[in-house]
């Protein structure tokens, strides 16, 4: 039974497409529906930019026959209107609601691109008895907000994200945040007059801004129903890291990297992706199996290289004046970095001699790290994304007189959920 018929004027631009006044924000937005309600149902989340739910206009033709689709223009997008309002995913929760109780009787797949990812993911968490199956594509945000500001300014997405709403945002969010500090952003989001001096009451920057603020650490490891992580190789507006750690944390997952596509696979490599969801809209659960590693006496030693990719068992890594070196899939007993740029994915660190990393730069994600001795770092940067840390004693020590600091997103250490900032203090 629905909770309560909208208070709105209706508009017909043709039998699918209605104009609404919700309750949520008390602003008209734009609805289109497709197919026949009897089918099961699909809704479709659109993220940032102009586009808004036209990106998902050749999917609805690809599935309106099987399915019955909802998709809309979220509440300062599109269509719909735009003012200077807490466009936050807590209220884009209820936005979607409101939709559901009045356009889907059933349980439905729900499916979410960047920001709209996220928000599916808050939705499901909240919601999992109306959620059939989730897919995100690309979520955006989800990373501590220091980690995926820098992710940003690395890619100059500006340069790279054809949206200019999207990549007008995406270059000023580190210098935005700085700029904010001495407010309370949460204080600043929810006051029109600070979002009206601060963001210019530009509903892009002001959801943008409302997203990167909301803490997803707790989130993903909710989620019960099977999940299809997609995500675009080339990305670089989020970073293909989130796709990992996600898979790690929701338990009935699957994850595809997509060839020949950056951040809207849907659109750069439409074929590939329909194949996927078609496949995942049909499937229960997701079966993860252990990569085996089988064990070796292998030694490394890297210096001077670039790009190079390493898998497998190692006694010992050393890595010395290198850049882009990535240990995937790997195992790991003791481990020495200087002066170096170096990624774990998908790792094991069982590490129980002395360890150190000294000016170099690195990420860890979805990897597991056990010390017996807690790892030495030392004018770096650290950045650790679904990694669970088990130790018997600190984890990181520094020896230097510079401010040492670790980025946790989604991380635990012995079993207790870190997400943040952290700064390292001397042994």
Known sequence: MKKFLFTFSLFIYCLNAQFIKEPIFNEVSYVETYGNPKNEAIVFVHGLGKEASSIWLESVEALKKDYY??????PGFGKSDKSNQLY???RYVGFIDTLIDNFVDKPFHLVGHSMGASISLKYTSLNQERVKSLTLIDAAAILHKVAYSEFLVKY???????????????????????TIMPFEVDTMLNSKLTRKVILRSNPNTIAAMALAEENFSSIPQKIEVPTLILWGEEDKTAPPRTGYALNKLIKNSKLEIIEDSKHTPMVDNFETYLDLLKKHLKTKR?????????PSSREVVI???EGRVLKGHFKKVEVYDSKDITLKDAFIEELIIYNSKIDFINSKLDLTKDSFIINSKVQMTATTIKLDKPIEINN????LAAVDVETKTKAFYTNSEKKQEVVYSLCTVNSQPRHGVFTVGHF
Do not use: C, G, H, W
């Open 380 to 383: 770096s940067d650290f950045d």
């Open 88 to 90: 936050s995913p807590k």
């Open 156 to 178: 100059k997405v500006k340069e790279t994200v054809k949206s200019d709403a999207v990549s007008d945002f995406m270059s000023e969010l580190p210098q935005m945040i700085d």
């Open 286 to 294: 997701y079966i993860k199996k252990d990569t085996k590693i089988e």
């Open 303 to 305: 210096r001077n290289d």
């Open 69 to 74: 689709i909802l998709i809309f223009d979220l």
